[in-house]
């Protein structure tokens, strides 16, 4: 695990382009703190910058990495199965023991194609000493970050956009990501908060040639292919493939950890995690005071730390805590997406970073097995359809009568459906799912979405629908591809800044290819038994979990006071930071009628954090933009 930086350009001095790229690696050295690296082309067209986490082959795999053929890498990530790849690749005189020179090896021998033999999570940059390309690569999932933007001075490309900032033109808001991002809370497709960054998207590639063209292509897309299967049979092959991905994600020269939440997916991971590793198991828990036990899940962690027989650390976390690392946060996310859970999991990543420089944990599980209750609704939707029209199952093999007894999972929505029933019921799928978790209508009265971009909202979500690769005739299974190629890469962006923030690596066993290509074949039927979320999955872990954990009803993801804090504790320090909003007159929305919604904000509503973290960007990036700047 490590950060990754480059400098792409007509030939200049080598010197000056070292200067250039050792600027990148600076803005990252947090995310490899245990060496650095800078390597650059003989005609100065190309530099490559490191920053190190030593994970694998302690010793000897020190990057950028050059091989006798005079092909040059960085690489982020982990690739699990080298040692097979290896095995494939005996041709080739290995001089490391690291999963860094199987990519170059793999790469002499493959090409491109390399990267459908690599199973990990992974983005590299590899000069081509033949062609004079450099060819670029993100892993299938999206896990490890991959960004660049095209310069005055040249092409630049780095693990977070900070490592871009000295060269940008520029460091202004995307106005049409911005949009995006009040809607969804998150960015979509390739791009960023930043006016001319990029991000490369999950399993795509991206060569840029000598003459300096550029030529992306998507070498992986998720697909959903149901097949028919007996029950009882799924389940016991579901196990064996999770208990062989989590066993593979076990290998490391140092010791690993675990996030435990106190849920089925990260519970059964630390369990897997531990039966493979040959070191001591640490897990690793947040929790939060007060409010009744509310927003504290602590004590499900303990359950499985006694089941395990493995110590759990926990972290409380305090109304103080985030008025310390707000700021520090926002600048490690570098621009942001999802929910304030990434707020609590910063603190367990510093935690965890004072025992480990490995953690586990269970993101995906959602997105791979259809864990959230929205899901509920467009299965719903599917069989009353269905039975209204005669016949015997909807699509997905589920009937109305199938799904009776798990329908109590939307008593939180029903406020939600009286509005979304009243309007297109039965209506084209992703017009449902677009007014399912579209946050325009409750945002418009604080925010000019119309004023910021004229690009319409549900255009932008109907393109990335239609790349999803799901099937349109179920809407459970067309929600869940939406959010396997939309929601799922913004959570894994949330994981890698607050863990990298502390040079602490992070893998997600459930987000990994074999995984998701097992799980795309089952039907609903069997994944979701009598619409039971994550049914199947519950069915192939429970051997390894306490009840408490397979029976509860009531997990919700890290959820934090952070609204009822901002009424009490918090309310000078949020209204400080929207002083400075209006003093700069932002103009995309009005603090004071944001301050008015305060005290009417719902304790679980994400509206003023969404806005205090655009304000906290600003604050961060675009006025102190002059800081940023190279000084050739």
């Known amino acids: 695990m490590c950060g990754i930086s480059g400098h792409f350009s007509p030939p200049v001095d080598r010197e000056l382009k070292r200067r250039m790229v050792k600027a990148m690696t600076d803005r990252i050295a947090h995310r490899g703190p245990d060496g650095e690296g800078v390597w650059i082309s003989s005609d100065g067209r190309i530099g490559l910058g490191h920053r190190r986490l030593s994970i694998i082959d302690l010793e000897t795999g020190s990057q950028p990495m050059v091989a006798a053929d005079g092909n040059a890498l960085v690489f982020n990530g982990e690739i699990y199965n080298y040692k097979e790849l290896r095995r494939e690749l005996t041709d080739y005189p290995f001089q490391t023991q690291s999963d860094t020179e199987v990519i170059l090896a793999g790469y002499k021998k493959w090409g491109g194609e390399v990267v459908n033999r690599l199973r990990g999570m992974f983005a590299f940059a590899l000069y081509d000493a033949r062609t004079g390309d450099l060819f670029c690569a993100r892993d299938p999932m999206g896990i490890k970050p991959f960004y660049y933007a095209v310069t005055k001075s040249g092409l630049v490309f780095g693990s977070e956009v900070k490592a871009l900032l000295p060269h940008l033109d520029t460091i202004s808001p995307n106005r049409r990501a911005l949009k995006e991002y009040f809607v969804f809370q998150l960015q979509m497709g390739d791009r960023t908060l930043f006016e001319g960054v990029k991000q490369l998207e999950a399993g795509h590639s991206l060569i840029l040639s000598k003459n300096g063209s550029q030529r ?30 989590v066993h593979l994600h076990t290998r490391a020269d140092v010791p690993i950890g675990a996030y435990v939440s106190g849920g089925v997916d990260s519970s059964f991971v630390c369990a897997m995690a531990k039966e493979s590793h040959e070191h001591e198991m640490l897990g690793f828990t947040g929790r939060f005071d007060g409010y009744e036990g509310r927003f504290d899940e602590s004590r499900y962690a303990r359950d499985v730390g006694s089941k395990l027989g493995i110590k759990i650390h926990e972290r409380t976390i305090t109304a103080a805590d985030f008025k310390s690392v707000f700021a520090k946060l926002v600048y490690h996310m570098d621009y942001p997406e999802a929910g304030p859970g990434s707020f609590p999991q910063y603190c367990v990543s510093e935690l965890a970073s004072q025992h480990r420089k490995v953690v586990l944990g269970g993101q995906g599980g959602d997105e791979v097995f259809g864990g959230y209750a929205r899901y509920m609704v467009g299965l719903l939707e599917n ?102 190629v939309s929601l799922l890469p913004g959570l894994l962006h949330v994981e890698d800044r607050v863990s990298m923030a502390w040079g602490l690596e992070s893998r997600v066993p459930l987000v ?13 039927n069997i994944k979701v038994p009598k619409g039971e979320l994550k049914g199947m999955l519950r069915a192939a872990v429970a051997p390894y979990l306490p009840p408490s954990i397979l029976d509860r009803k009531d997990k919700m993801g890290f959820p934090t006071p952070l609204n009822l804090w901002m009424k009490n504790d918090l309310g000078s320090f949020v209204r400080e930071i929207f002083v400075v909003g209006a003093e700069k007159q932002r103009g995309f929305y009005d603090p004071e009628i944001m301050l008015s919604q305060l005290d009417a904000e719902s304790d679980y509503s994400r509206n003023i954090w969404g806005l205090m973290n655009i304000e906290m960007w600003m604050q961060t990036f675009v006025d102190r933009a002059s800081e940023y700047r190279f000084q050739a």
Do not use: C
């Open 512 to 524: 990994d290819r074999n995984v998701f290509e097992f799980a795309a074949r089952v039907p609903e």
């Open 216 to 245: 992306l292509h998507r070498y992986w897309k998720p697909e959903y292919k149901p097949i028919n299967a007996n029950a009882n049979q799924v389940v016991e092959e579901l196990r064996e493939v999770l208990k062989e991905s």
């Open 383 to 484: 069989v009353l359809g269905a039975s209204i029209d005669g016949r015997e199952t909807a699509p997905g093999n589920l009937a109305l009568q199938d799904i009776q007894e798990n329908l109590a999972v939307l008593k939180q929505y029903r406020p939600m459906m009286q509005g979304l029933m009243s309007d297109g019921l039965f209506g084209p799928i992703e017009q449902r799912y677009f007014k399912l978790v579209s946050r325009a209508p409750e945002l418009s009265k604080i925010v000019d979405l119309e004023g910021l971009d004229s690009e319409k909202p549900f255009d932008r979500f109907q393109e990335v629908f239609a790349k999803s690769g799901a099937h349109s005739d179920s809407p459970m299974t067309a929600m869940m591809g939406f959010d396997l």
